[in-house]
């Protein structure tokens, strides 16, 4: 069965950023529980969603591997499923920061979520599918059925797949092809009827409509690896690199107050946001109200999840007014690592962590 067009993701209070695709983005400032619900999750096309149906739907698994198979829904589905929760975040969340405006989809805050992903781990499907003795520099690319013509930042050669890959260890451990999001069948927009979803990766690797895997024994070359979602890495003293970008940087962001928003002055406001850290661990948020001259802990609202965000606050006793403060958030992991003060021009127009400045208004109340 295919999921009615007037499912809810189309329909609710998204924000669209595209005239020509589905690119919708989650209000941030609405972020009031730790699970996205799939109507607010944000939604990110290169083309028109492909009409699937999961009669016709399979998964070819082929490439490097002993035995490539053929897989239908139903078998898909036979194999044993787990569940797992992730923050997904879109590459160019936060884009509409940068000075001067970058190409590209105009994402302010809400590119970005979290939900429950149910499906087959990725492993048991290779492990039926046989692997020869690999190296580890092997690679595992995920292929949907959605094809177009790019035309930015440069034009593709034709009309192309989306397709991305992953290395082999990270599709061994923890990548899943799911089929149910928050306990529901997937929507069209968010990959019916399977899905790759890549734990505490960039949201660009977990692919939508997953038609095709295939393990490679070189790095994949593909135009959304390369041309698009990639950046120089400079490592070592060496000339700089041209790499895909992966796992998800340390960031927090702020959902309340939003940017322009009007805060009453002269009583406590309760800031809130959340913060995530790919494959690593938020271990404190702290919080500037002054545009960063000093910095306060905020307090967790939930404990540590691998993969998954945790929502802070912050309790601010708000100036009188009328003034204009800028409020920044900034996380350290676990590992002592902190978000960088500014965007890295490396990274193009992705990976933006710095801690972005909200503006508010303080102003007297309304009598
Ligand atoms: N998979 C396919 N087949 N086509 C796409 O355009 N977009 C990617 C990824 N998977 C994409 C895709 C990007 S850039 C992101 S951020 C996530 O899907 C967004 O997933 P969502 O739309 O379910 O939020």
């Not at 607010?40 to 198979?69: C, I, K, M, Q």
């Not at 177009?148 to 009309?159: D, I, K, N």
């Not at 082999?168 to 790759?196: C, I, Q, S, W």
């Amino acid at each position: 069965m295919i999921p009615s067009p007037e499912e809810p993701g189309r329909a609710s209070g998204l924000i669209p950023r595209d005239s020509s695709l589905p690119n919708l983005e989650f209000p941030f400032r609405d972020l009031n529980s730790r699970v996205t619900t799939t109507a607010s999750f944000y939604v990110r096309n290169h083309f028109p969603t492909p009409p699937l149906t999961a009669e016709d739907w399979s998964l070819t698994v082929g490439g490097a591997v002993l035995h490539p198979l053929r897989l239908g829904l139903e078998e898909l589905q036979s194999l044993p499923a787990l569940t797992l929760t992730a923050t997904m975040e879109c590459a160019g969340n936060g884009r509409t920061f940068l000075s001067p405006r970058p190409r590209g989809v105009p994402w302010e805050l809400g590119a970005v979520g979290t939900a429950c992903w149910t499906g087959v781990p990725l492993s048991a499907v290779l492990e039926r599918a046989g692997l020869p003795e690999v190296a580890a520099t092997w690679e595992v690319v995920l292929e949907g059925a959605d094809r177009g013509v790019m035309t930015e930042p440069v034009a593709s050669p034709g009309e192309i797949s989306y397709a991305r890959s992953v290395p082999l260890a990270k599709a061994l451990d923890d990548v899943l092809l799911a089929y149910e999001m928050n306990g529901e069948v997937l929507t069209p927009d968010h990959g019916f009827p399977v899905r790759a979803v890549v734990p505490g990766w960039y949201g660009m690797a977990s692919v939508k409509w997953l038609t095709a895997v295939q393990v490679v024994p070189e790095p994949f070359q593909g135009y959304f690896q390369t041309v698009d979602y990639a950046y120089w890495e400079t490592r070592d003293g060496l000339p700089p690199q041209l790499r895909p970008i992966g796992p998800l940087q340390l960031k927090a962001a702020i959902a309340r107050p939003a940017p322009r928003e009007v805060v009453p002055c002269g009583v406590p406001y309760e800031v809130t946001g959340a913060a995530w850290a790919g494959e690593a661990e938020v271990a404190r948020v702290e919080v500037s109200v002054d545009g960063g001259c000093t910095w306060a802990d905020a307090e967790f609202i939930d404990p540590p999840k691998p993969h998954v965000w945790r929502r802070w606050r912050f309790l601010w006793q708000v100036p009188g007014g009328p003034v204009r403060p800028t409020l920044l958030a900034r996380a350290t992991d676990t590992h002592g690592r902190v978000q960088p003060t500014c965007h890295d021009p490396a990274r193009g127009s992705y990976m933006i962590t710095h801690p972005l400045p909200i503006e508010v208004d303080v102003q007297e109340s309304s009598p």
